[in-house]
């Protein structure tokens, strides 16, 4: 019961600081620089998309040790398993309490930024509200070029963003490994 209460209590706080960040983003995009309030909003959308492929890449990677990792199941997986020997397997070397530990920190930290604060920094409901209000106003070419944009430009860079995670786990796993041996 305690860590249901302490993961709804990195949702709601990372949400919270999620949704400040969206504002002042948005304020940021359309007020001060001019923008579009649909231009706006597709580049909170698509640097959200980046930035929760990089975290996703990253907590996998640095708190994932029992062999289950998610990562499993995307294309980055095929060429590590052949570079990095713990990729994605367990390491049968830790003790179950360092799993326990590393599990609830992935739970909580997946929580705070994914759930919480990315969830409420990127909004499918405001995207699809926007466009609706677009395609009222007959700005057909303004409700393509959002809907489009936002999508491809999404998944093109929850991609590079997951791939990236993935890099910079990998180096700082080889950078350990480089000190470890010294």
Request: net charge positive; proline share 3%; hydrophobic share 50%.
């Amino acid at each position: 019961m305690m860590r249901f209460i302490s993961i709804l209590a990195c949702i709601s706080i990372g949400g919270g600081f999620g949704a400040l960040a969206r504002e002042g983003t948005m304020s940021l995009m359309h007020g001060l620089v001019g923008l579009p309030v649909f231009v706006s909003l597709g580049i909170v959308n698509v640097l959200g998309s980046f930035l929760i492929g990089i975290v996703f890449g990253l907590l996998e990677g640095h708190l994932r040790r029992d062999g289950k990792s998610r990562l499993k199941q995307v294309p980055h997986a095929q060429h590590l398993n052949h570079n990095v020997k713990w990729w994605p397997d367990g390491d049968p070397t830790l003790p179950a309490v360092d799993i326990l530990r590393a599990e609830n920190s992935l739970q909580m930290a997946s929580a705070l930024f994914i759930t919480g604060f990315l969830g409420a920094y990127t909004t499918f409901s405001a995207f699809c509200l926007l466009t609706v209000q677009l395609l009222q106003a007959n700005q057909w070419i303004d409700a393509v070029i959002s809907v489009v944009g936002s999508i491809s430009l999404g998944l093109i860079v929850v991609w590079l963003g997951l791939h990236l995670g993935v890099r910079m786990v990998l180096r700082s796993h080889s950078k350990s490994k480089a000190i470890r041996s010294d």
